[in-house]
Every structure is written in structure tokens, then in C-alpha cells.
């Protein structure tokens, strides 16, 4: 048997651990334990991007894949909390619902609609029915459990084609190596801290324009990555969640939903990285890293293809 040792655990590592196994492929999965952009308590499935309403070609087929894949998991017995419940996308004028009318493919199913319900200012809603959330801890846990990887915990200090050094020096031998370390692990492109304020309650549905509202587990969500781009993780996380951010993020929230009785219970910091790294380097290491704000739309379906390019020979 083949063994693949995959650094990071995070929605990427996960998703290759869960791929590789099911290929028959022996799995180690190192995780450094820290800065997990993947515990984001709820993630959108969301393929209307931001507030260019950009659908990028791989969004409608990698929302399908998360959530196809969220059913064989719970199939399996695995919970993962989620809900495909459609995704409100309220815009404020009539030139952004043109531009993204503009945008949005034919074969992507949506309607517009009144912002019946929604705090006065906006203009119309686009709602993509099969969009939705899901815990990203939770999706990952399920993953890690199915894939039957060995887990361990630990940081890569130098990585190789065949193999890995830890930071205690500890060697690990492998036929292939893939590197999912995400911002924490990032040298190199644009790390992008945010937050999620943990509310008591939420909208059913989620709702997202600047930042967005979800329900998660227990009560909802608002938060957004807003903080600046940063050069590093430690650089992107040095600023914790400033009150210049937290009103920003506030004043997103209540024009989304009015926030009246909404109740603040705690708040969830992570860093995302971009550009998308997906492949081979010369060295002959395997990466899947900088999923941007994209991790659960297209971080499964992209670690899938990068698991059937594995066994192909070098
Ligand atoms: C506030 C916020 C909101 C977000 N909202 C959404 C959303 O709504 N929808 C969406 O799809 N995405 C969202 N994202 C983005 C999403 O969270 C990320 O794209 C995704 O989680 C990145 O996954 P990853 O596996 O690449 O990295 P991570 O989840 O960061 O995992 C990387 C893992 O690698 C480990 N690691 C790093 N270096 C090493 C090393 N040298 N050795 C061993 N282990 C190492 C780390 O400890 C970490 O556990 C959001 C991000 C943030 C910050």
C-alpha cells in the first residue's frame, strides 16, 4: 500500500486524507493544531462571490460536491450539522443587481425577489436555493474520522518529496507528500484575518452582502474576513478583533437583519490565504493551500482531483 502523509488538517487536508483513503492509498495526517481557518463555526456555500456577484467555473459543481459529500458522510453515520436551505443575496441598487445579472451563468438556479423582510435600503434579492451552511469543524472531524487516517500532532519544519522533518527533528518517510497548511503554514500570499460574532439567534436562511448572517449549531452567526490584507498569519491575527471592526461589523449586521434582541455570546477569529495553490512544485511536493474565502465551496472537490493525480507516475 501506498502511503500519502498530508500536512494540515484543516477542510483541504481533511478532504485529501478522506479521498486518498477511500483510493487505497495508507494516510498519515499531521496537524500543527493551530490557526485553523476550518473551524469557522459557519461556513456559506455560497457560489455568488462578494459584491462583484463573480461565479467563478468550478463554484456550481463544488457546492453540489460539498453537500453531496456532506450526505455520504452523515449516511455514514458521521453528524455534521448543515442546512442547504438557499442563500438571500440582498443587493442595494439597480446597477449591482445588473452587474450581477450580468454574472450569473444560466445553468446556476436562482430567482429575485422583494427584500420582503428585510431592514429598509435594499433594492431586490437573489436567492440560490441550493446554497447553504455547514459547520466547518464539524465537516472536517467527519472527514478525518471516515478517512481512517493516522492522526498525528505536530508541525512540519522542512517537507520533501519523500518525506517530511518535524520540529523535533523527527523524520517521516512517505511515497507522496501533500502540504495543506493553509495561512498558518503560508510563506507568501495574502492573509486575511476576520470574525464571527456567536449569536443567541439567527435568520433560517442565510443572508449575505459585505458580511453575512448564518445560522450554525447553537443560535447563528455574523461575521466576515474585513480585517487588511497581511503578509503572514501572525501579522493578520496581531490586531484580535478592534473596535473600529467589530462596529463595522455590527453596523453589516443590522443592515442585514435589524439584529433588535440579538444577543452577542462570544467570537471566532481566523486568517484565510489566497492565491490558490493546487498541484505540484519541481520539488516534487504536492500542494492544496489558499482557498481564500472558497475553503468549503471548492476545497473537496479540488482536494478529489488533486488525489487522483497522485498515483500518476512522476
Ligand atoms: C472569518 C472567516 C470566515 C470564513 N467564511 C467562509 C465561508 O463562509 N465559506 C467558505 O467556504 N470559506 C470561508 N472561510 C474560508 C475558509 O475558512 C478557508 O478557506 C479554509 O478553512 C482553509 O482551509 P485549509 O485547509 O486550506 O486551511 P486551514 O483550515 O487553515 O488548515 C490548515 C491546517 O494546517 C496546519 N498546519 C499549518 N502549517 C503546518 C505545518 N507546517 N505542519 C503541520 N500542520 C500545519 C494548521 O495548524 C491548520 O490546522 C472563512 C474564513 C474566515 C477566516
Known amino acids: 500500500m501506498k502511503h500519502l502523509l498530508i500536512a494540515g488538517g484543516g477542510i483541504a487536508g ?5 479521498f486518498a483513503a477511500r483510493s487505497g492509498w495508507a494516510v498519515t495526517l499531521l496537524d500543527a493544531g493551530e490557526g485553523r481557518a476550518s473551524d469557522v463555526p459557519a461556513a456559506l456555500l455560497n457560489p455568488v462571490r462578494g459584491q462583484s456577484g463573480k461565479v467563478e467555473a468550478l463554484s456550481l459543481a463544488g457546492l453540489r460536491f460539498t453537500f453531496a459529500l456532506i450526505r455520504e458522510l452523515e449516511a455514514a453515520g458521521h453528524a455534521v450539522p448543515h442546512a442547504q436551505s438557499g442563500v438571500q443575496r440582498p443587493v442595494p441598487d439597480e446597477k449591482t443587481r445588473r452587474k450581477w445579472v450580468a454574472n450569473l451563468p444560466a445553468e446556476l438556479p436562482h430567482r429575485w425577489h422583494d427584500p420582503a423582510g428585510l431592514p429598509p435600503g435594499w433594492h431586490s434579492v437573489l436567492e440560490i436555493p441550493e446554497g447553504g451552511w ?5 465537516l472536517v472531524r467527519a472527514l478525518v474520522a471516515a478517512s481512517g487516517a493516522r492522526v498525528m500532532r505536530g508541525r512540519v519544519a522542512t517537507v520533501m518529496a519523500s ?4 520540529d523535533g527533528g523527527e523524520i517521516l518517510c512517505a511515497d507522496r507528500v501533500l502540504c495543506c497548511g493553509g495561512s498558518f503554514g503560508g510563506e507568501g500570499g ?19 452582502f459585505g458580511a453575512y448572517l ?15 490584507p497581511a503578509e503572514s498569519h501572525a501579522e493578520a491575527l496581531a490586531l484580535g478583533l478592534p473596535l473600529k471592526s467589530l462596529d463595522w461589523l455590527l453596523c453589516k449586521g443590522a443592515a442585514l ?12 477569529t481566523g ?8 498541484g505540484r512544485d519541481e520539488s516534487g511536493v504536492w500542494h492544496l493551500s489558499g482557498l481564500g474565502s472558497k475553503g468549503f465551496l471548492l476545497g473537496p472537490l479540488l482536494a478529489q482531483g488533486v488525489v487522483e493525480q497522485l498515483g500518476l507516475p512522476i
Open 14 to 18: 481533511a478532504s485529501a486524507a478522506y
Open 271 to 278: 486568517v484565510r490565504l489566497s492565491p490558490l495553490d493546487c
Open 190 to 208: 495574502t492573509h486575511r484575518a476576520g470574525s464571527l460574532l456567536l449569536l443567541n439567534k439567527a435568520p433560517t436562511q442565510p443572508v449575505s
Open 214 to 228: 448564518s445560522p450554525a449549531i447553537h443560535g447563528g452567526v455574523l461575521g466576515a474576513t474585513f480585517e487588511a
Open 257 to 268: 437583519s435589524g439584529l433588535s434582541g440579538v444577543e452577542v455570546a462570544g467570537h471566532w
Open 134 to 138: 455547514v459547520s466547518g469543524a464539524a
Open 163 to 166: 518525506g517530511a522533518v518535524l
